[in-house]
């Protein structure tokens, strides 16, 4: 049986949206027990935030190092899995170490020139820039990280505006939440 040159054309092009449609599929799984963890994350840091005022710098810089610890132990656990992330090297830690650090000293530039922000400004910034992220990534690899950020950014503005009194319980509950059920979004591929 011979195949026409429309017949191979066609088929060529099924195979190769075949391949993106299971790259996206891979990264989506990669990424979901991050999105999970770190939803977990948000629940605890802007809950303590709301109870104790006092302490949300302490806690959040607890959080988020732990954060880190945790990426790491995923990643490295993947990579012995032998599922590592595509584009991963032994360079890909300290790339995502320096971006995360670019990011944490560009959100405490904006603060230091724009003054002082009060709590729930901070708290609803830097989710912003998170939504941010997600979002320039959805629309490179997949619709799924565009509507996460859309959702994160959604979520967080509504909660700022409409009930600013219980942001922080509002994040913690709807701004995790949103993380850890678009991570086992991301899982249900």
């Known amino acids: 049986m011979t195949l026409s040159s429309d017949q191979a054309a066609e088929s060529l092009k099924?195979?190769?949206?075949?391949?993106?449609?299971?790259?996206?599929?891979?990264?989506?799984?990669?990424?979901?027990?991050?999105?999970?963890?770190?939803g977990v994350i948000w629940m605890i840091g802007y809950t303590g935030s709301d109870l104790y005022r006092h302490y949300a710098n302490l806690l959040w810089t607890v959080l988020t190092l732990a954060g880190l610890a945790g990426t790491i132990v995923i990643g490295r656990a993947r990579a012995r899995a032998g599922q590592p992330h595509p584009?991963?090297?032994?360079?890909?830690?300290?790339?995502?170490?320096?971006?995360f650090l670019a990011v944490g000293v560009f959100i405490a530039a904006t603060f230091a020139i724009f003054g002082h922000a009060t709590g729930e400004q901070q708290a609803a910034f830097t989710p912003l820039i998170v939504a941010l992220a997600y979002a320039v990534v959805?629309?490179?690899k997949g619709p799924r990280f565009l509507v996460t950020g859309i959702a994160v950014a959604a979520?967080?503005?509504?909660?700022?505006?409409?009930?600013?009194?219980?942001f922080m319980l509002w994040m913690a509950a709807v701004g995790?939440?949103?993380?850890?059920?678009?991570?086992?979004?991301?899982?249900?591929?």
């Open 176 to 189: 995790g939440s949103a993380l850890v059920l678009a991570g086992l979004w991301l899982r249900a591929v």
């Open 155 to 166: 979520l967080t503005l509504g909660g700022f505006f409409l009930l600013h009194q219980h």
């Open 138 to 140: 959805g629309i490179w």
């Open 87 to 99: 584009g991963i090297n032994h360079y890909a830690g300290i790339r995502f170490l320096t971006t």
């Open 14 to 38: 099924e195979i190769d949206r075949t391949g993106r449609r299971s790259a996206q599929a891979y990264g989506y799984a990669n990424a979901s027990p991050f999105f999970v963890m770190w």
